[in-house]
């Protein structure tokens, strides 16, 4: 993730160009259909209640910043 930094355009985070908007959304779909995993993960941690907050806290976090990086580069 962190070899895609000197490809960082700033132009591409300032301007708005709504016709690329969709473009994102293979990589949205791929990242957070990770959380039909939750049912499982809930299944595993079971005796562990105190994991299964920061459990999915961090899943998610980890899916937010791979879309912030493919969005970005």
Not at 38 to 44: C, E, G, S
Not at 54 to 69: D, H, V
Request: glycine residues 6%; aromatic residues 18%; charged residues 10%.
């Amino acid at each position: 993730m962190f070899a895609g930094i000197p490809y960082i355009q700033a132009e591409n985070l300032l301007q708005h160009n709504f016709s690329n908007a969709i473009e994102p959304y293979g990589i949205v779909i791929f990242t957070f259909f990770g959380f039909s995993a939750f049912p499982l993960v809930v299944k595993i941690l079971d005796d562990d209640k105190r994991y299964l907050k920061s459990t999915i806290i961090t899943g998610t976090l980890i899916c937010t910043l791979f879309f912030i990086a493919f969005t970005i580069v």
